[in-house]
């Protein structure tokens, strides 16, 4: 096969490279890359889903528009905010898929909330996985051929499939979510091409530190085809201690194994599993539940604090991404 040539059953990237060179294009322009917010961590467990599904609830509510993709098979964004027995909302991943393999823009099943838009994971985000499986090894593929060690940034096109489905809808949006699965390194490194800044959870314990790390070597790969990608910062999740020497250390620990790229948010999500997992349950965030008959008295008070948290780091979230924002104004 000749070394150009794109084999009949991959997606043709001709789309995909025409819009990440209008992206870069348009940089010149003064775009808004502050927009696009993925949520990351190489590691399960370490509350991407719940800070996706609190913080855009949180924003919406303050009269933005919000969109949630959720690139994960579990589709727990659904679980979050209660729309899994809802087949309007709730399409298994096959919005995503039909934007990804059809090359269209990404669009959202309706809204979970008022101004809450979502694009839902589900199993048929397995199809999307497979072809971009088969992207990166046509692309390794390539560079063989030309005797290469590695790949360039345009054999790696294929990493740019959701930025060229999220580009045409980026303008609708004040905040756009992704929420990513921790398992598969071919949706994180689309995540990352598509964002302009990445909000990293991390609980305390030495695995999920680990994951930090795979993390920052994605973003390295990923940065090829995205300079402007940004980390946010890291969220302490389900931390069990307020002693602030202990967050200290934590913290300090976090700033290392990023090679201190990247702020630790001042708030942390505390430890309160019985008050995460009811809210998971009724498909209400935290928030919502604050001061709701449908939980029991005795969950209240611990539901009140998680809420508390979650509303406090959504207010840090946008200053830090209002301060983006004027950071890439000046240097326009
Ligand atoms: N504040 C909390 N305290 C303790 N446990 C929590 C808290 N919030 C959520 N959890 C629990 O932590 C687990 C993981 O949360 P979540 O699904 O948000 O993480 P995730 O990083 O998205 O996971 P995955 O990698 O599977 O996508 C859930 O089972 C949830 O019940
Ligand atoms: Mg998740």
Same mark, same amino acid.
């Given at each position: 096969?000749?070394?150009?040539?794109?084999?009949?059953?991959? $997606?043709?990237?001709?789309? $995909?490279?025409? !819009?990440?060179?209008?992206?870069?294009?348009? /940089?010149?322009?003064?775009?808004?890359?502050?927009?696009?917010?993925?949520? @990351?961590?190489?590691?399960?467990?370490?509350?991407? =889903? +719940? *800070?996706?599904?609190?913080?855009?609830?949180? @924003?919406?509510?303050t009269r933005r528009r919000v969109l949630l993709v959720e690139l994960d098979e579990q589709g727990n964004n659904a679980e979050d905010l209660g729309y899994t027995k809802d087949p309007a909302l709730n399409d298994d991943g096959a919005a995503q898929k039909t934007a990804i393999l059809d090359g269209k823009p990404l669009q959202p099943t309706g809204t979970a909330r008022p101004n809450l838009h979502v694009v839902p994971g589900g199993a048929l985000l397995e199809d999307i996985v497979e072809?971009?499986?088969?992207?990166?090894?046509?692309?390794?593929?390539? /560079?063989?051929?030309?005797?290469?060690?590695?790949?360039?940034?345009d054999d790696n096109a294929w990493m740019g499939m959701y930025a060229a489905a999220i580009e045409p809808v980026r303008d609708d949006y004040d905040l756009i979510i992704l929420d990513v699965a921790p398992g598969s390194e071919v949706l994180q490194l689309q995540a990352l091409v598509a964002g302009d800044s990445a909000l990293i959870p991390s609980r305390s314990d030495p695995s999920s530190r680990k994951g930090l790390r795979t993390v920052a070597r994605r973003f390295a790969q990923a940065r090829e085809l995205n300079? &402007? *990608?940004? @980390?946010?910062?890291?969220? *302490? &999740?389900?931390?069990?201690?307020?002693?602030?020497? #202990?967050?200290?250390? @934590?913290?300090? =620990?976090? %700033?290392?194994?990023?090679?201190? !790229?990247?702020? #630790? &948010?001042?708030? +942390?999500?505390?430890?309160?599993?019985? /008050?995460? $997992?009811?809210?998971?349950?009724?498909?209400?965030?935290? %928030?919502?539940?604050?001061? +709701?008959?449908?939980?029991?008295?005795?969950?209240?008070?611990?539901m009140k604090l998680l809420a508390g948290d979650y509303q406090s780091l959504s207010i840090e979230v946008m200053q830090a991404l209002a301060e983006l924002h004027n950071e890439q104004e000046g240097e326009a």
């Open positions: 096969m000749p070394a150009q040539t794109v084999p009949f059953d991959l $997606v043709d990237l001709a789309e $995909v490279r025409r !819009a990440l060179q209008r992206r870069d294009d348009a /940089a010149d322009d003064h775009i808004d890359r502050t927009r696009i917010l993925v949520i @990351i961590n190489g590691k399960g467990g370490v509350g991407k =889903s +719940s *800070l996706a599904s609190a913080i855009a609830v949180a @924003i919406a509510k072809e971009l499986y088969c992207q990166r090894r046509h692309a390794r593929m390539r /560079a063989t051929q030309r005797g290469a060690d590695l790949p360039t940034p300079e &402007f *990608l940004r @980390i946010l910062g890291v969220v *302490l &999740f389900a931390t069990n201690s307020s002693a602030t020497k #202990v967050q200290a250390k @934590i913290v300090e =620990s976090l %700033q290392k194994d990023l090679r201190g !790229a990247a702020p #630790v &948010f001042e708030q +942390s999500i505390r430890y309160v599993e019985a /008050a995460a $997992v009811k809210a998971r349950d009724l498909g209400k965030v935290p %928030q919502e539940l604050r001061s +709701s008959e449908e939980i029991d008295p005795a969950l209240r008070k611990s």
